[in-house]
């Protein structure tokens, strides 16, 4: 099942299940997380779809970034390509990273409010003092207050590789400014996600109507467990309005590669949908 956030044509934005052609609103649901934070998000969500009566057509609706007031955080060189990668930047910090992707304890860092994150269809950016970006396509799970994943979305990391490479210390400036993070389109629940080995994530990149990058990876792929890195965000941190963590990346452009302002981002995993975006 398929939970999503819309704006309908009367500028109300509810929530409720997406299917392939309609949404079905979930009345007296106000936020994801009236769903997602009970104690059985699925079976509310099945009792909830049985008692709809309204259904709006897909091509009716504006879907919206699949979040409430969550903050959102990431996880950094989890993937053998991405350590790789930031290897190649920044030559001087190469063996922090690969420390890194051996160590026990986790990379984990900050990455957006809510209120900068872009949604299905809207614009990303790129900084205007940066002139190597790239986007970094990711699972995004969805946490609850508990702690527990409940669902799953799609992320985009905006990187700025430049300025992380250039010290490792501007990881912030590199990874964090407005709309620097997307998600969406829908959350797919917990146990709607296929099995790691059948989870193809792609992402593909278009500049004036042409395909410029396509690369694909598995969650199969990822070095560290989904339950283990949701463990050390949670050691000592609690989040009240839950929380969204970006898994890291496999997919990484070739580094002669950066983004353009109007090129178009397409990120698709199986089981969630596609998530597409546009560079400003």
Request: hydrophobic share 40%; net charge negative; with cysteine.
């Amino acid at each position: 099942m398929r939970l999503c956030k819309a704006r309908v044509q009367t500028g109300e934005v509810v929530v409720g299940v997406a299917a392939e052609a309609h949404v079905s609103v979930l009345e007296g649901i106000r936020d994801l997380g009236d769903v997602l934070h009970a104690d059985g998000p699925g079976e509310l969500a099945k009792e909830l779809l049985r008692q709809s009566t309204r259904k709006t057509r897909l091509a009716e609706v504006t879907l919206l970034a699949p979040i409430d007031q969550q903050e959102v955080w990431a996880a950094g060189v989890t993937y053998k390509r991405i350590q790789e990668a930031r290897e190649r930047e920044s030559v001087g910090a190469a063996r922090f990273y690969d420390l890194v992707y051996t160590a026990a304890r986790r990379e984990l860092f900050f990455k957006s409010l809510s209120s900068r994150v872009a949604g299905p269809a809207e614009t990303v950016r790129i900084r205007r003092d940066s002139r190597w970006s790239v986007p970094e396509p990711e699972l995004a799970v969805v946490v609850s207050p508990r702690m527990q994943i409940v669902g799953y979305t799609i992320g985009n990391d905006m990187s700025a590789r430049d300025i992380e490479g250039e010290n490792p210390l501007y990881l912030p400036q590199a990874k964090m400014y407005d709309r620097s993070c997307a998600l969406g389109p829908v959350i797919t629940l917990a146990d709607a996600l296929p099995p790691p080995d059948q989870v193809v994530i792609r992402m593909t990149i278009e500049r004036h109507s042409q395909c410029v990058f396509d690369g694909s990876t598995r969650l199969s792929a990822m070095a560290r467990a989904l339950t283990d890195l949701v463990d050390w965000l949670g050691r000592e941190m609690a989040f009240p309005h839950g929380v969204i963590l970006l898994t890291g990346t496999g997919i990484v452009p070739p580094d002669a590669f950066s983004l353009a302002a109007g090129d178009s981002i397409h990120i698709e995993i199986a089981g969630i949908g596609r998530l597409s975006n546009v560079v400003e």
